[in-house]
């Protein structure tokens, strides 16, 4: 099933998440226009987007209310230690808040954080009516927010684009799911599955609007990951520099921890955001000063030798780091897929033919087909010449 609309445009190639969730109705003049309550919810999840980017680890959250059919006032969450999304709404609204309803894409809270809980402020306020998206998976919160507004006895319903609302805030979902960062995969190939020539150039295969959305993964990214084999053959920078936005950390995964000296990820390192993550502490005794600012992770053997991928993503959560973006090369990504350690896949196709040259996946061992991995939730849009797919693998067939 997918899971909304995909409208494309300029303005949407920016993100990821615009591109899933362009807003679909024009909210132009809301104060006074009438909505139904798939618009509102609708609503909630463009005012939470507004928070893109700064809430991690927190949601985004965004709120309505409304009285009479009308929106009253509006409010979202702009990231730890501010208010939230309900909070927000709630203070605009002032007096008026008493007898509307508030429409919110999250469970509403019923904890003390970093604030106070909203099922406190919301009850206080005097509204009738909670209409909420999805359950907040915080097992501080988890329906127990819900149950709270009910016992005040206020009106509460869910499950409205709930599938939607947990998909906007993936991130934070996965988070608290699995205990470990959002893993997407990101690969650019040819027609026929190729991300290089046999030569080992790659240099481009997608179009430039593709390189653009790539650099905007990024930037939405808390790090992005790649093997020695791409560093050696690309020397990548992993930087953002098509769209604005701020770069992530840049994880090297090495066995060996042998890197190159010339490699731009330790020559332009000028923000200190290299990490190289190895199986042995690795610093080398004629390291100079510019490998001696790179982070170094030093990481478990799995069976086959190579670093735990599993323990890799527990540093890089205790490091602070709640979404990572592999961007390849071939054997980092098979060995990700191997470990049922991809949450998302986003593969863009070029419409060219290479030949022989370098798969876009390395050996995943399988021998039948029935064995290979499928998508949930998946949808496809074009980036200028180029198809994306976007998909979630389901692991648990
Ligand atoms: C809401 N509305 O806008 C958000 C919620 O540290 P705090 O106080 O900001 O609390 C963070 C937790 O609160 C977060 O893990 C999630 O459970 C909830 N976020 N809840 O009702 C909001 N951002
Ligand atoms: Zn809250």
Redesign the pocket.
């Known amino acids: 099933m997918p899971t909304a609309t995909v409208r494309m445009g300029e303005d949407r190639q920016k993100s990821s998440l615009l591109v899933q969730f362009a807003p679909k109705y024009n909210f132009r003049g809301f104060f006074v226009a009438e909505f139904s309550k798939t618009e509102l919810m609708q609503r909630t999840f463009s005012l939470a987007l507004k928070g893109r980017g700064r ?1 991690l ?3 985004m ?1 965004g ?1 309505v209310l409304t009285k009479n059919g009308r929106i009253i006032a509006e409010g979202y ?1 702009k990231g ?2 501010y208010p ?3 909070i927000e709404a709630i203070g605009k609204a002032g007096k008026n808040a008493k007898g509307a309803t508030l429409y ?1 894409n ?4 019923c ?1 003390f ?3 106070g809980p ?1 099922t406190e402020a919301i009850t206080e306020a005097g509204i009738k009516r909670v209409v909420y998206a999805a359950t ?1 998976p ?1 097992p ?2 988890k329906g127990r ?1 819900a149950k709270i507004l009910k016992k005040a006895g206020i009106e509460v319903t869910n499950g409205l684009l709930s599938t939607e609302a947990a998909r906007l805030n993936e991130v934070y979902f996965g988070l608290l799911k699995n205990e470990r960062p959002f893993v997407t995969l990101k690969l650019a190939q040819s027609l026929d599955g190729r991300i290089a020539t046999i030569d080992g150039d790659s240099k481009w295969i997608s179009g430039e609007k593709s390189r653009k959305f790539a650099h905007s993964l990024r930037a939405e990214s808390g790090a992005v990951l790649v093997g020695m084999g791409t560093v050696r053959k690309d020397n990548p920078s992993l930087t953002v520099r098509h769209v604005r936005g701020k770069n992530p950390y840049r994880i090297i995964v090495s066995t060996s921890g042998d890197l190159p000296m010339n490699t731009r990820l330790i020559s332009e390192n000028q923000d200190l955001k290299t990490i190289l993550a190895t199986t042995h502490m690795s610093i080398p005794k004629s390291a100079n000063s510019r490998f001696k600012k790179m982070t170094y992770w030093t990481l478990e053997k799995a069976a086959n030798g190579e670093i735990d991928l599993a323990d890799l993503l527990q540093k890089a959560k205790a490091f602070g780091i709640h979404s990572i973006l592999v961007e390849g090369g071939a054997e980092i990504a098979a060995s990700f897929l191997k470990d049922k350690l991809v949450d998302k896949l986003i593969l863009i196709t070029a419409p060219i033919i290479v030949g022989k040259g370098v798969d876009a996946i390395g050996d995943l061992g399988l021998k039948r087909i029935d064995q290979a991995i499928t998508f949930k939730d998946s949808y496809r849009f074009q980036s200028g010449p180029d198809e994306v797919f976007v998909g979630y693998p389901e692991w648990s067939k």
């Open positions: 809430t680890p927190n949601p959250v709120a969450h730890p230690g939230h999304a309900e919110v999250l469970e509403p809270c904890h954080g970093r604030t909203c907040d915080n501080l919160v927010g």
